[in-house]
């Protein structure tokens, strides 16, 4: 499984540690940036990891900033995606499950290496559910 990463200056020390984590698990990982903790822009990186996701150059992408709301933000403009802020387990399993989401967005600042990577783990893990929630994802892109 390929997965894209994305992250500013504040994310930049836990994406580094969700990297190595899913390396060491045998998944593919793609650093789009940003590559040190030297302020900069999340749109930057946002934008080209959400456009791998979309052309299916990645199966999923993980956005890591501050609150983790800007970088899922500026994820969820591709029409292509369904980026969601999670920082517990059950909110990844429920961002599977019921939205098919597939990106994650992650506040570096408000949750430990440790639970962020039980939510990695569960959300990359999780399948969705369809049914009655194919039918609200099929409604969420503006065609």
């Known amino acids: 499984m390929k997965i894209a990463f994305a992250s500013d200056h504040a994310g930049y020390n ?3 540690v969700v990297m190595e984590h899913l390396a060491q698990k045998g998944f593919v990982v793609k650093d789009y940036g940003c590559y040190s ?3 900069c822009d999340y749109p930057d990186y946002a934008h080209p990891m959400a456009t791998a ?3 299916g150059e990645a199966d999923y992408g993980i956005a890591i900033c501050s609150t983790g709301n800007g970088i899922t933000m ?3 403009h591709h029409q292509g995606i369904r980026a969601a802020l999670c920082w517990d387990i059950r909110l990844a399993e429920l961002a599977r499950q019921h939205n098919n989401a597939n990106v994650l967005g992650l506040p570096a600042n ?3 290496p440790e639970l962020a990577l039980q939510v990695v783990n569960t959300f990359l ?7 009655r ?3 609200r994802v ?3 892109a503006c065609q």
Not at 125 to 131: A, S
């Open 133 to 135: 929630h194919a039918r």
């Open 110 to 112: 408000f949750i430990t």
């Open 74 to 76: 500026t994820a969820n």
């Open 14 to 16: 836990l994406k580094q």
């Open 53 to 55: 996701v979309e052309q």
């Open 37 to 39: 903790t030297e302020s």
């Open 125 to 131: 893990t999780t399948d969705f559910e369809g049914g």
């Open 138 to 140: 099929g409604k969420i």
